[in-house]
């Protein structure tokens, strides 16, 4: 667990790509966009996380169902 936890946290992910993308091909102004905008993207991952989410669909069924017809509907 730990040996391919410390390999995932220390390889770059698409967010890290694109980042360094962004900047190298439109400069140091879009690489920063790029980063702001990848953070913000993980937030309500770590707002749900953090909330403890993952308990509360796991204990009701009505809540996992709706979760699961939200993302459907998205």
């Known amino acids: 667990f730990w040996i391919t936890s410390i390999i995932v946290t220390a390889t770059p992910g698409t967010g890290a790509l694109f980042t360094v993308a962004a900047g190298l091909n439109r400069g140091i102004r879009a690489g920063l966009i790029a ?10 991952h770590l707002v749900l996380a953090l909330s403890g989410a993952a308990a509360v669909f796991a204990a009701s069924p009505v809540a996992f169902g709706v979760l699961k017809w939200l993302g459907v509907a998205y």
């Open 35 to 44: 980063a702001v905008g990848c953070t913000l993207g993980i937030v309500p």
